[in-house]
């Protein structure tokens, strides 16, 4: 834990702000509570937008959204890419050749416009976010755990644990999964912030459904129309965002260091 | 050399023909499409639709459809446009050189500022390096639309040097474009270039430069650049897809014409031809962009074809 240090406290606190937004918050997101474009003051800590909601309470609903969105699309691209990823790597054949093609196939496509596609299939909504988000994350992911998957298929110890009779999928089980999972877990935290900053993107684009729910990357699309007036809604929404990606990505690189 | 570049050239082929089934297959599946979406708002009635879409050939085969949409590829052919019946190629080529020199300036923007920023925080004192590497670790961490509101603020609003909406393709149109596109980009080429960079500073060929007396500019520029050369321009040829991706960001951000815009309107009116051509298209830059790249970086060093 003394590895990730300050990053991983900062994720930490995200979460738990995240979990809690209903109550740290001191306003309703949604409500009007001041007159419009207020700046910085004590009663609003980040000011007022537009209509008058409070940018600080709507940052920190706004992340917990976008967290969400996140962390739906990476349990799914965690279950499939891993899974996917581990038989690839450890059987090879057939198989490995099949999914590492269509992988090709899917890096070949910006990660924006498989998410693009999605959206273009199911229409815009938090949901159909997240759904996107993991799909573009997937190729990615899989290959990562499939290159993990293939060193540790080629150690002795496996070769051993074979010699004395584990079946396939024990060897997978008990020894291939626990050996690549640092590994899997340094790329699904990658995966994480992509999966954020593709849930923002989509959101900052309009493809969000509801327009008035917080989230970060539509709060960056409200204020930057109104950044000459009042910069704190574009200021706060944009910090956050940067903040959580820099955390994250530091959190990643720690893990495979 | 032949036998490299026909070899590149075949697995870009493949990759370009998997995401086109890709693409296909993917639209197919569709609940609903534009066709069915206008008409019903407009009142039709089942058969009126039926008629509309056996016009389009949307009601042949999926086989049929399928070698349909292949054979057009060959030809050039993307289909039509669902909304407004033109053809996908025009849409397309009416909007291509916007994009293009979007596209082609960041890229030098983003190989200039990425390889700049992983010599200084590979190579630079102490503090450079320090500063070079939170400059890039920022740069990874800031979303392009955040980075160009920043820059629209700066350059636009306060500064009043550049124009925030830009329109058409000269040079004060294309500077904040490009630059806020290829800053994003440098960030991921200045993280490969520092780890390049740091494994051929401890190379005996450069420790050997370093004997003879050489100043660092010139073991950098004429030794160290030129080594690991073929994977930097490797890497800055897998951009491509990011460049595409970046391009829709940017082009709304700075409410340009371009792919981007026709891409976002596709979507948001389910217009599956536009779509399905705006993402073969990318499919076809992503390939092609990084084809060039591999075939020059062999061109530089003979070793890489035969790996």
């Known amino acids: 834990m003394r590895r990730i240090g300050l990053s991983g406290a900062f994720l930490a606190l995200w979460t738990l702000s995240s979990l809690c937004a209903p109550l740290i918050a001191p306003y309703d997101p949604l409500a009007t509570v001041g007159e419009a474009l207020m700046a910085p003051s004590a009663q609003h800590w980040l000011g007022t937008d537009l209509i008058g909601r409070d940018v600080f309470s709507r940052v920190l609903h706004g992340g917990a959204r976008t967290l969400s969105i996140a962390l739906i699309a990476l349990t799914s691209t965690v279950l499939i890419g891993g899974a996917l990823g581990l038989c690839a790597g450890f059987f090879g054949g057939a198989l490995d050749w099949l999914l590492v093609s269509l992988s090709d196939a899917l890096l070949a496509l910006p990660s924006l416009l498989i998410a693009l596609c999605v959206l273009t299939l199911a229409g815009s909504g938090a949901l159909q976010i997240a759904i996107a988000a993991s799909l573009s994350g997937l190729p990615a992911y899989l290959r990562v755990v499939r290159a993990a998957a293939r060193q540790v298929r080629a150690q002795l110890y496996i070769e051993a644990a074979r010699a004395v009779g584990a079946s396939s999928l024990g060897v997978l089980w008990r020894h291939v999964l626990p050996n690549a999972l640092p590994t899997c877990l340094s790329a699904g935290v990658v995966a994480l912030a992509w999966a954020a900053l593709n849930a923002a993107t989509l959101h900052f684009l309009g493809f969000g459904g509801d327009p008035s729910a917080p989230e970060l990357g539509a709060m960056l699309a409200e204020g930057r129309l109104i950044f000459r007036t009042a910069p704190w809604v574009a200021f706060s929404a944009g910090t956050a965002l940067t903040l959580f990606l820099l955390a994250a990505n530091d959190v990643a690189r720690r893990l495979t260091a | ?307």
């Open chain 2, 1 to 307: 050399m032949l036998r490299f570049i026909l070899r590149r050239a075949l697995s870009a082929l493949v990759t370009l023909w998997l995401a086109a089934t890709l693409a296909f297959v993917a639209l197919r599946l569709a609940p609903s499409d534009a066709i069915t979406l206008q008409l019903t708002l407009s009142g039709a009635t089942e058969q009126q639709i039926a008629a509309r879409r056996a016009a389009l050939g949307l009601e042949l085969p999926l086989s049929a459809q399928y070698l349909n949409m292949l054979s057009g590829l060959l030809r050039g052919d993307l289909g039509v446009s669902l909304v407004n019946g033109r053809a996908v190629s025009a849409l397309i080529g009416e909007q291509l050189a916007a994009t293009l020199s979007l596209a082609l300036g960041a890229l030098i923007v983003g190989a200039l500022a990425g390889i700049g920023l992983g010599i200084g925080a590979a190579l630079g004192s102490r503090f450079v390096q320090r500063l070079a590497q939170a400059l890039i670790a920022l740069l990874l961490a800031t979303p392009i639309y955040w980075l160009g509101t920043l820059a629209i603020y700066v350059f636009a609003v306060w500064l009043g040097l550049l124009p925030s909406v830009s329109r058409g393709n000269s040079l004060q149109a294309l500077i904040l474009p490009c630059g806020v596109l290829g800053l994003a980009l440098s960030g991921s080429i200045a993280q490969v270039a520092t780890a390049a960079l740091r494994e051929a500073k401890n190379a005996p060929y450069v420790q050997v430069a370093h004997a003879k007396g050489l100043p660092m500019r010139l073991i950098v520029w004429r030794h160290m650049l030129r080594a690991q050369g073929g994977a930097l321009i490797s890497l800055i040829g897998l951009q491509g897809g990011f460049l595409i991706g970046g391009a829709v960001v940017t082009e709304a951000l700075f409410t340009r014409r371009g792919i981007g815009q026709l891409l976002l309107n596709a979507v948001n009116g389910r217009d599956y031809p536009v779509v399905q051509g705006v993402v073969l298209l990318s499919a076809l830059a992503y390939s092609l962009l990084g084809a060039a790249a591999d075939i020059l970086a062999a061109w530089r060093d003979p070793r890489l074809r035969f790996q």
